[in-house]
Structure formats: C-alpha cells, structure tokens
C-alpha cells in the first residue's frame, strides 16, 4: 500500500525494528496463542519448533518465553515443555482483527471497489527491503502501485511489495479488477495474511498524493505502514498507503497484557 520504488523503509516500520527481536517474537506467538484459543494447560510446541516457526535462535525464543512468562502467561515445567497458565485465560482479551485488505473490507459493508493501477513489475530487492521481508538482496520483488477507491471516492494511494517467490503468478494478474490477498489465497500452496505489524503517521500530502487523491484544501493524510505475514509467520507484504485523512478512520482494541 503506497509510494515510490526502492525508498527507505519508512520511520513507523523503522520504530518497530527498535523493538528486541525476542519482544516481537514474543508477541508474535501470543498472539498465534489467542487466536487459537486460550486454555489453562495447553502446551505450547516445543522451542526447537516454535524458533524453525519465528526464523530465531534457541537463545532469542527462550527470551521470549520468558518474557511471557514474567507477565504470567505462560509457565515451564522441566522436561515437559511450557504450558498456558491460568492466568492467561482469565485474562485473554478478545482476538485480534484478522488481516484484510481493501476490497475485504468494503465487500463486508456492501460497498465496491475501484481500482488504477499506475505501476505493477518484477525488479530486484533491495538490502533495506531484504532485511524486513527476510529474503536476500536482489531476489525477485513483485511491486505493486494503485490508486484505490471505495464506489465513487479516491480514497488511497498504496505501495505493495512482495517476494515473488511466495507467489509467481502475481507477475500475470490484472490488478485493476483482481484482489491482491484473494489471489494469494487461491495460489498453490495458499498464502494466507494472519498478522501484521501496523503503524500510522500523519503529515502533510505530497504533490504527487494531493493529485492523485484529489485534495483540495488542508487535508492531511494518514500513512499507514504494513508488514504483513503469513499463515508459517513469514513476512509476506511489506505496504505503505497513503490514506486521504477526511476518508479513513483507524480503528483498534488497546488492550493490557501484563
């Protein structure tokens, strides 16, 4: 979702990065841990899985436990493994919104889509979106640059980057009609968005979006940037969106977890 070609990562996405690598670790698995239903003595899969499953080491998987484990949620039995505690389902606030993409979003409200693509290829990958998609520097990108509305209203500019790896028939695929995440899902094997990494800033618009998004006056817009990953926790997606400010509302549920 959003600008130019092989920019810098954008700061929200730079603020994550700032994170311990066992505290998104850890977050990543609690969150896998809720969806899948929270239950007082559940064993969570062994540490030699869950590090194949997040991509690190022994070392940065049992940190994150750890840190679970100091906010009460999960606990270790020697021999045995981890287990969910009591506490943790007592305390589980609902699941998290699951990952949609736009025409998911308006297809649940009854509304439809537009859609013109302004650029869409295949170019290498360079090292800063290498390092977040965790693929090598100059393995095949598929990029991806629409201008996006909802029935008659531009509503944003978005900027999609994918390794064409997860699916190679995204070089073949019409997006002007065709849904990104519908075709991830129907490729061979299915590439399913179950989490993200979401943040937003707002700023004033560029020459560019106030074109493109048709903005008349002082309308900020909203920069949403998105590193989705897949059903194996994989990062899939990495998109940017520029969202006209008078057109979009962010909702999210904030919730306690210590």
């Keep these: 979702m959003g600008p130019s070609s092989s920019a810098p990562l954008p700061r929200g996405l730079l603020h994550e990065r700032a994170l311990p690598l066992y505290g998104r670790t850890a977050s990543r698995l609690w969150d896998e841990v809720r969806a899948a239903g929270v239950r007082a003595g559940d064993q969570l899969p062994s540490e030699r899985v869950l590090a194949a499953r997040y991509r690190v080491s022994r070392v940065t998987l049992r940190a994150a436990l750890g840190e679970l484990q100091r906010r009460r949620l999960v606990t270790a039995s020697a021999a045995r493994g981890w287990f969910v505690t009591e506490h943790a389902e007592a305390t589980a606030p609902p699941p998290a919104a699951h990952v949609e993409g736009l025409a998911d979003q308006a297809a649940s409200r009854g509304l439809s889509t537009r859609t013109r693509v302004l650029s869409a290829?295949?170019?290498?990958?360079?090292?800063?979106?290498?390092?977040?998609?965790?693929?090598?520097?100059?393995?095949?990108?598929?990029?991806?640059?629409?201008?996006?509305?909802?029935?008659?209203?531009?509503?944003?500019?978005?900027?999609?980057?994918?390794?064409?790896?997860?699916?190679?028939?995204?070089?073949?695929?019409?997006?002007?009609?065709?849904?990104?995440?519908?075709?991830?899902?129907?490729?061979?094997?299915?590439?399913?968005?179950?989490?993200?990494?979401?943040?937003?800033?707002?700023?004033?618009?560029t020459a560019e979006e106030e074109r493109l998004l048709e903005v008349d006056g002082p309308v900020p817009v909203l920069v949403a940037t998105q590193l989705s990953y897949d059903q194996d926790g994989r990062p899939m997606e990495l998109t940017v969106a520029a969202y006209r400010g008078d057109r979009y509302l962010f909702r999210a549920r904030i919730t306690n977890r210590a």
């Design 121 to 205: 290829g295949v170019r290498p990958c360079s090292s800063t979106e290498a390092e977040a998609l965790r693929t090598a520097p100059g393995a095949e990108l598929y990029e991806l640059r629409r201008l996006r509305g909802v029935d008659d209203l531009v509503v944003v500019l978005e900027h999609n980057r994918l390794p064409l790896a997860l699916c190679p028939a995204l070089a073949e695929v019409d997006f002007t009609h065709a849904s990104l995440y519908a075709t991830l899902r129907a490729a061979d094997p299915p590439v399913v968005p179950r989490m993200a990494d979401y943040a937003v800033e707002a700023r004033h618009p």
